[in-house]
């Protein structure tokens, strides 16, 4: 009887195991957006990732690391904020705070920041194909400012 | 109107714009006041220190040479952080870094990591992820890193969310193909409520 039971018992738990392996973790249609994506200058690659339920951009590679004028990595010497000037550039996070809106496909409520002045801009991101995203900065509306086409780019694997 | 008459007229025209001049100089020191007082109002308030500590920052590999994302999170409730002093109604104003400490969580130490910066984010919409501090570059041999923070920087709409998302970025030197890297931080706040 007790090794009719063991019997049960492990098949009940070789199936559950087997069930689990089934199951595909729930993935929000918004992370389609997760990558590592580069500007239309090629000058950066910016990884973006997902920190609760926004998204996130920071820069993972410059074409030029250091300054030119010290040989030393670059900051975000332009920051407003001079106790914050001397944060790496490199990882720093240009695109904040982006929430998915499901109705138009869009990331919105989101900013982009130009480390070449300091300045923080709103922006809008579209996908216009799954390799392929407009990135919109703007003041105000969104009719005054400016889109640049991001391709993204396959992460190397070993 | 004779003489006399346009004179008098240019008077009483003269004593209205005074006396228009003069309401309107008390109303806009009224309001000044007004703004004082709210602003005065605002600037106080009872502060207490809040401690995060032991926070296991996990970097998850493999790890590329440059900076890797590491995150973890806390919970605060101000209610939980007064114990018997909370009141119903109280909410918190304002919160800012007074320090940030980040300890080896494996064996690896702080072996090929060149800089740390240290963000805040909360699910809050009305909040934006801020940089709270760092260390660039890191002292060589140390076994412990004291970040240099930015006390300016208004962390209060994070913690006033709850959840509170804390992301330390480590800059390595090289890749890491296998396994993660671990740190632990502890975190010191100064919270206005």
């Known amino acids: 009887m007790i090794r009719t039971m063991s019997l049960w018992a492990t098949m009940a738990v070789l199936a559950l195991g087997t069930l689990s392996f089934d199951v595909q973790p729930q993935t929000d249609p918004g992370d389609k ?12 690659r910016v990884k973006i990732d997902r920190i609760g339920n926004k998204y996130y951009g920071r820069i993972v590679w410059l074409i030029e690391p250091n300054d030119p004028e010290t040989g030393e990595a670059k900051t975000d010497k332009n920051n407003p904020d001079p106790a914050l000037q001397n944060v790496p550039l490199k990882g720093y996070r240009m695109l904040k705070d982006f929430v998915y809106q499901e109705a138009d496909d869009s990331w919105t409520e989101g900013t982009i920041y130009d480390p070449l002045n300091g300045s ?24 005054l400012g400016r889109t640049d086409v991001w391709k993204r780019l396959v992460m190397p694997s070993r | 109107m004779n003489l006399a008459g346009a004179i008098f007229e240019a008077k009483r025209v003269e004593s209205n714009l005074l006396a228009m001049m003069k309401n309107r100089l008390l109303q806009a020191c009224a309001m000044a006041g007004v703004a004082l007082t709210l602003w005065g109002c605002a600037g106080s308030g009872d502060t207490a220190n809040y401690e995060a500590t032991d926070l296991a920052v996990v970097l998850a590999g493999p790890l590329f040479e440059g900076p890797n994302q590491g995150q973890t999170q806390f919970t605060f409730s101000l209610a939980a952080a007064l114990g018997k002093a909370f009141e119903p109604g109280m ?19 702080f072996a090929n990591v060149r800089s740390f910066v240290l963000s805040f984010a909360s699910d809050n919409p009305d909040a934006s992820m801020v940089e709270a501090g760092f260390k660039n570059p890191l002292p060589a041999g140390v076994n412990r890193v004291d970040l240099d923070v930015a006390p300016n920087v208004e962390l209060g709409p994070h913690m006033a969310a709850g959840e509170v998302y804390v992301v330390l970025d480590a800059d390595l ?15 010191e706040l100064n919270i206005t409520y």
């Open chain 1, 33 to 44: 957006l997760l990558g590592v994506w580069e500007p239309s200058n090629g000058r950066a």
């Open chain 2, 173 to 187: 030197d090289e890749d890491f193909w296998d396994g993660d890297r671990r740190f632990l931080l502890n975190l």
């Open chain 1, 120 to 143: 923080t801009y709103s922006c809008i991101i579209k996908m216009t194909d799954e390799n392929t995203l407009d990135i919109r900065g703007y003041i105000g509306v969104q009719a």
């Open chain 2, 91 to 109: 909410k918190v104003r304002d919160a800012r870094i007074q320090s940030a400490e980040v300890l080896p969580g494996d064996s690896l130490g």
